[in-house]
């Protein structure tokens, strides 16, 4: 992948430069606050640097650490399971009329 860095005052104004390179498409990669060229660096001053990598028209390969979510309907939802326990709980008990204790208002 290939990346280009620009670097300006303020964020608007690195991504103005990497616009102008790349046009409005490109992705930003990163951003960061990096020390100053030269005398500048010295005195401590500060400068934010962009990554951008220009937007490719092929398609995204899935992430191998995260792959790719199945669309399945036969997987059961993490809320039909939550709602089912609930249900099988709660099937065995008698829920009669609320009693009033002395000095319940």
Do not use: W, Y
Not at 41 to 48: D, F, I, M, N
Not at 52 to 81: E, K, L, N
């Amino acid at each position: 992948m290939e990346t280009t860095r620009f670097r300006g005052q303020t964020v608007e104004d690195a991504v103005a430069a990497a616009c102008a390179v790349h046009g409005a498409e490109a992705d930003i990669v990163a951003t960061q606050m990096v020390a100053a060229r030269g005398l500048r660096g010295l005195a401590g001053l500060r400068e934010v640097e962009v990554v951008v990598t220009p937007r490719s028209t092929a398609p995204r390969q899935p992430s191998v650490r995260r792959p790719a979510p199945v669309q399945s309907d036969d997987a059961p939802s993490i809320g039909a399971f939550v709602n089912q326990r609930i249900k099988e709980h709660f099937a065995f008990r008698e829920i009669g009329p609320r009693r009033f204790r002395p000095g319940d208002t």
